[in-house]
């Protein structure tokens, strides 16, 4: 795996384009609460420490993945954000649900982006095991909510 043994969530915040007056919102599915909360905790820290206001910043939680796409929808149409972080985690069970929900998700958030003008972050892990999902979420390969919340000011910078 490229990524064995890798933290991909070091950034310089010099690096990332004034975030000033910029809002986001983070919609958080609720499943595998463990890991979402971690992922939401590295999206939000990242987003204060590279200049966003705390009141810029909101938070909307979802039951699952899946919902995911109608939670970041109805935001967008609130028309508030500037860009929008879609945090979720599909772990791999023993049927083929793993499967459609993740193809779902990533269609559903893809079609988001191409219908509207505020960009959604795909902030969804889909890992094999738990073990996968931990490491990725605050773990050896960093945290992708970190990630998520560089590329979200990146994008709602783009849009400005």
Not at 85 to 93: K, L, P, Q, T, Y
Request: glycine share 10%; aromatic share 6%; with cysteine.
């Amino acid at each position: 795996m490229a990524t064995e043994n890798k933290n991909l969530s070091s950034y310089n915040p010099k690096d990332i384009p004034d975030a000033q007056g910029l809002r986001f919102g983070l919609v958080v599915s609720e499943w595998n609460a463990d890991i979402t909360e971690s992922l939401y905790h590295g999206a939000y820290d990242t987003l204060l420490n590279c200049g966003v206001k705390e009141g810029h910043i909101t938070r909307w939680n979802v039951p699952g993945s899946f919902e995911l796409i109608h939670g970041c929808k109805r935001m967008i149409e609130k028309g508030e954000v500037d860009a929008i972080i879609a945090i979720g985690s599909i772990i791999r069970g023993e049927t083929a649900h793993f499967d459609y929900v993740c193809s779902a998700t990533a269609q559903g958030i893809k079609d988001l982006n191409v219908s509207s003008e505020v960009p959604v972050i795909f902030c969804v892990l889909t890992d094999d095991n738990l073990q996968q999902a931990k490491d990725r979420s605050g773990g050896k390969h960093g945290n992708k909510g970190t990630e998520a919340a560089v590329a979200a000011i990146k994008m709602a910078v783009l849009g400005k």
